[in-house]
Each structure stands twice: as structure tokens, then as C-alpha cells.
């Protein structure tokens, strides 16, 4: 047997990968398979960031978005079958030996000081702070959290801030029906007392491996005692999908809170006119809030110029960007108005775009991308069919509502500078352009089907998620609701999105059959 530890490339003698079964490495290997990157792009933040989260994956599909390369170039580099790269890219396999991992970047070139910022242990186990990294686009829980009290770091997006949650994390005492229960004791009593968010973690074995659950602190009600048992429904397992919603409640709250004053101020002398900037000392979300507001007025205030089926043209790429839809509690309004004035019709032909490049998916997290997944399936919910696009050409395209061959209105949010663009217009040139961007990518877009649960079911597979899985636990999440664990404590947000969505997509991906969702297999 050939120590593979040891063999090494004939040509200039570097060790050779585990998964090369030739006699020189990729660098050495002649044709396109050797293909290397520029430098510029290992200093590419989104590309540093993958390597230093093991995001492989991710690397990967920005690697040969970069060279040209194809699946199978990138296979013939380190010796594999081109399955298995298609299964890495879509976060159906994962590469989590450190050894493994070093020697896939030796195939891809990664620069020396780059390999430096690597980890001495898998990074989807948490450290001390608690922080899971990404994890897959299943039902794969995070690691478990140390028993006693902690904290859940929550990282930063590119406009969320980095938030710290308080958590006590105990073993569950019993399993009754659906429920974990944590029974009283002084350490309990006294956390779910905490004024702010703060959570409760229950710890449980199945199969020999630890799985948590988690619950707000304050959540049991106003006729709960400090003294009583804590119930945590099992649907409440930490994984991509609660994850993903914990992080965007919390960034949201704690920047929307952190800017009360001034922020209810902006709100409150609002204008809605073209231009206007957006108060410069506000955070990032509540410059998103007073942003996305103005828009949804401008379009209310001028829908009498869209008929009955208008379409709509949105810039939102990530997860983040449009959670707003789940959790801003203005735009959950926005869609229902327009429910009301527009009532669904069996041929009705409004529709909804989403330019979603493969890079933007690339660069997010799995719980990211599940949010964009449940902001897409709310609008489906309300009878909008949704199109997506990976042609990155309209990503600078500014936000719309239009009613063919009579107006358009245009109302960006964002990327927008901090100023949101506004206008209505019926020059037929501008008409033409818009009709023709909705036109191409509504016969183009990847994720097409006949019914909305086909749609659904192609937009996961398009993000890289399991549409099973989603479909089996937003049914879960839907049967005991979201507001033990989310509940927000800005007036400004709300939970009415999100479980629309999750509601929809139990409809349609689902059918939950009459037994108890135990954590048990």
C-alpha cells in the first residue's frame, strides 16, 4: 500500500493530495486543470472569509467563477469525481478534517499567509463565545453550547450588527409530547427575569449526539411564574433555519433600539420625495427601515397608476436585505394593501423579480440564504409569482412596480447610497426597458414552474437548501409559531411575515403526517 503521507510530486517535490492518485501535483499538471487564480482575488474579502470558515464550497464556486474553470476542471485538480465537487458547491458535502481542508487549498493555489488565518479546529464547532459557524443546508444542528451560562455571539452582516445574546444552557430534564422540559431551579428562575434578550438552551442526547434547543427567556407569558417548569417545543432545535431567524431579529432589534430617539424622529417628519437623504447618523438597519418605509409609501401613494396586476423589479440579493420582508412590520402591511386592492385572480399575471447572481449565494451563510428563500415564498403567499435570475447584468437595475404600456414606479432602496430613488414615468422608452427586463426574466428565470410549490421547490435547489427539510421544519415552526424564541422587542418589527412564509411552505412542500415531532429517530 502506497503511504499516501508521503508520496510526492516527481516534478518539483511538493506533497502530494490524498485525493490525487497521479504523480504530480495540480501546479505541475499540464492543461487547463492547472489553472490558477490572480492574487488579487485570495485578497478578495468574501474569499478570505470562506477560507478562514472552512467554507470550501464557497471557495470553490467563486474560484472557478473566477478562472472559467468547469466542475470537472476543478475535479481533475485534485483527483475526483466531478459529483462530489457539484455535491461541495451545493453544501451537500462538507470537508471538516483540517488535513483534507489544507490539502484541497494546496490543489487551488490559496496563498501561504492566507492558509495562516485557518483554524487549528473544525469552525463549525463553537469556540468560547458560543458562535456556530455555517452549518449545512439540512436538518445538521449546531454543535452544543457549554452547559451553564454564556453567550450566542451572532456575527455581522454588511449592514446587521455583530449582537451577543445572554444564554443559559442546562440538560433537558424530560420529553413530554413535543416539549423539552427544563425544570425550576435558582439559576433558571433568576434568568428569566432578565430584561433583555436573553435565551434558554436545552440540551438533549439523541443517537449519541447532543442536540440543543432553544427558547427566549421571557417567553412563557404573563400567567407564568419565574418558579415553573420551562417547556421548549422541539420544533425550537438550533439549526439554519431558527438560527438564521435569531440573527436577523436580534441585529435588527438591537440597531433599531440602539437608535430609538432619533430614529422615531426621522419617521415621524418623514418625506417621501425623490432624493431626500436619510439621516447620516442612523445605523445601517434603521437607514434600511426609513429607506424601505419611503418606497412602500411612494408606490401605495401612486397605485392607482398600476392596475390590477402590476409586476415588480426588487434589488434585494441576500438574505439580509430581504428579511425585511419577514420582520419590518411596515412591509408586511405594504403586502397586504396590495392584497386588498388587487385581489388575487386565477390568471392574474402579477409577478415578482429577484436578481440573485450565483456569486451572492456563493458569498452567504445557509442561514442567510434561508431567508431569502422565506421572503420569496412570502411573496408567493400572497399570490405574487416570483422569477429569479442569476444574470448579474440587471443587478444594478433600479426597484419598480410597473403596469405594462401605462406607468412604471420607481422606487429603490437598496444600495442606493443612502438616498432612495424615486419617480413615475410613462415615456414608453423607459416602459419599453422595464416591460423587457420583467419580460426576460420572468421566460429565463431559474427557478420557473407551473405552481407555486414547484417554484418553491426550485428556488431552494437554486440557493443550495433542501427543500424537504424546509418544507418538514417550517411545519414544525409553524404548529407552535415562532414568538417563544423570536419575539421582537422594537415596535417596529413583527413576526406576521414570517409566518406567513413558514405557513406556505409547509402548504406546499409539505404534508406532516399526525405523529409527534420528538427529537428522537
Not at 501535483?25 to 492547472?34: F, K, L, N, R
Not at 468560547?128 to 456575527?155: N, V
Not at 430613488?421 to 420583467?438: H, I, K, Q, S
Not at 414552474?449 to 433542501?466: H, I, N, S, V
Amino acid at each position: 500500500m502506497v503511504d499516501s503521507g508521503q508520496r510526492r510530486c516527481t516534478r518539483c517535490g511538493a506533497l502530494l493530495s490524498r485525493f490525487n492518485a497521479g504523480t504530480r501535483c495540480a501546479s505541475c499538471q499540464g492543461g487547463p486543470a492547472a489553472r490558477r487564480a490572480d492574487p488579487g482575488f485570495w485578497r478578495d474579502p468574501t474569499v478570505r472569509r470562506a477560507v478562514a470558515a472552512w467554507e470550501l464550497g464557497t471557495v470553490v464556486k467563486l474560484f472557478r467563477k473566477h478562472t472559467g474553470l468547469s466542475q470537472a476542471g476543478v475535479a481533475r485538480m485534485v483527483s475526483i469525481d466531478q459529483a462530489e465537487v457539484s455535491r461541495l458547491e451545493r453544501g451537500l458535502k462538507q470537508i471538516r478534517d483540517r488535513r483534507q481542508f489544507v490539502q484541497w487549498t494546496d490543489a487551488l493555489g490559496v496563498p501561504e499567509e492566507l492558509l495562516g488565518l485557518l483554524p487549528t479546529a473544525d469552525p463549525h464547532i463553537p469556540d468560547s463565545t458560543g458562535r456556530p459557524g455555517t452549518a449545512g443546508t439540512g436538518a445538521r444542528g449546531y454543535a452544543t453550547l457549554p452547559e451553564g451560562p454564556g453567550q450566542l455571539l451572532l456575527p455581522a452582516g454588511r449592514s446587521v450588527p455583530t449582537t451577543a445574546l445572554p444564554v443559559l444552557t442546562l440538560p433537558a430534564a424530560s420529553f413530554l409530547g413535543d416539549n423539552l422540559r427544563l425544570d425550576s431551579r435558582p439559576e433558571l428562575d433568576a434568568w428569566r427575569t432578565m430584561p433583555m434578550r436573553a435565551l434558554v438552551v436545552a440540551n438533549r442526547t439523541v443517537d449519541g449526539a447532543v442536540r440543543q434547543f432553544i427558547t427566549d427567556a421571557r417567553s412563557s407569558g404573563v400567567s407564568a411564574t419565574a418558579s415553573d417548569p420551562v417547556d421548549i417545543p422541539a420544533a425550537y432545535e438550533l439549526d439554519d433555519l431558527t438560527y438564521g431567524i435569531l440573527w436577523a431579529v436580534s441585529g435588527f432589534e438591537a440597531a433599531l433600539l440602539g437608535d430609538d430617539q432619533p430614529l422615531h424622529t426621522s419617521l415621524a417628519s418623514l418625506t417621501v420625495s425623490a432624493g431626500a437623504p436619510i439621516a447620516a447618523d442612523l445605523t445601517e438597519v434603521s437607514r434600511m427601515l426609513i429607506g424601505s418605509e419611503t418606497a412602500a409609501r411612494y408606490i401605495l401613494g401612486n397605485r392607482d397608476h398600476l392596475g390590477d396586476a402590476p409586476v415588480f423589479w426588487t434589488r434585494e440579493q441576500r438574505g439580509e436585505e430581504a428579511a425585511t420582508w419577514l420582520f419590518f412590520r411596515h412591509k408586511y402591511r405594504y403586502l397586504e394593501y396590495l392584497e386588498r386592492t388587487a385581489p388575487r385572480r386565477p390568471s392574474g399575471t402579477s409577478g415578482r423579480g429577484f436578481c440573485v447572481p450565483e456569486t451572492a449565494i456563493a458569498s452567504s451563510s445557509a442561514y442567510e440564504r434561508v431567508l431569502l428563500f422565506l421572503a420569496i415564498a412570502l411573496m408567493e403567499s400572497f399570490g405574487i409569482r416570483t422569477w429569479v435570475t442569476d444574470d448579474g447584468g440587471f443587478a444594478h437595475t433600479d426597484g419598480f412596480a410597473l403596469s405594462p404600456g401605462r406607468r412604471a414606479v420607481i422606487a429603490s432602496w437598496v444600495r442606493t447610497a443612502g438616498a432612495s430613488r424615486l419617480a413615475v414615468t410613462a415615456r414608453p422608452g423607459a416602459l419599453r426597458t422595464f416591460a423587457d427586463v420583467t419580460g426576460h426574466v420572468s421566460h429565463n428565470s431559474a427557478t420557473a414552474a407551473e405552481q407555486a410549490g414547484q417554484r418553491l421547490a426550485a428556488t431552494a435547489e437554486y440557493l443550495g437548501l433542501d427543500a424537504a427539510w424546509l418544507g418538514r421544519r417550517c411545519a414544525q415552526l409553524s404548529a407552535v409559531g415562532t414568538e417563544r424564541f423570536a419575539r421582537p422587542r422594537s415596535r417596529l418589527l413583527g413576526l406576521e411575515g414570517l409566518e406567513a412564509a413558514c405557513r406556505f411552505v409547509a402548504e406546499q412542500l409539505v404534508i406532516i403526517p399526525r405523529t409527534r415531532t420528538a427529537p428522537t429517530r
